[in-house]
């Protein structure tokens, strides 16, 4: 079964599992909390969902449940952004690395960065 694409509130709750790892519902709502007002209650709904569609897993072992990411950060945000490429950009990355670097005043660190991962795809040959 493949794992749905979760919603933008679901994405910011994978975001805290894949950063502080399996953690309580508690913690998860308190994290939130440091970016906008999120009820605590809210963000059970919203994890016992993640957990019915498969995108969070639930340790039940403990008094407090614990939650953690079903899938790995890199493989949903490729899912993500295959999707979105797909989508958006007729399946084109250069398209979307194009419209990106026109709609945003890149550093010279950040083109230094392309630089060096095209000179690494290109020597890799793929």
Known sequence: ?????????????????WQ??????????????????VGYTTTLKLMQIMVDKGLAIRNTDQRSHIYEAAASEESTKTRLLD????????????KMVMQALGQHQA???????????????ERDGQ
């Open 20 to 37: 502080y790892g399996p953690s309580p519902v508690r913690f998860v709502n308190d994290k939130l909390n440091e970016q906008r007002e």
């Open 83 to 94: 999707q979105f490429v797909d989508a958006a950009f007729n399946g084109s990355a250069m």
């Open 107 to 121: 550093s010279q660190k950040e083109l230094d960065e392309i630089k060096a991962l095209i000179e690494r795809i």
């Open 1 to 17: 079964m493949e794992i749905p694409k979760p919603t933008e509130a679901e994405l910011e709750i994978l975001q805290v599992l």
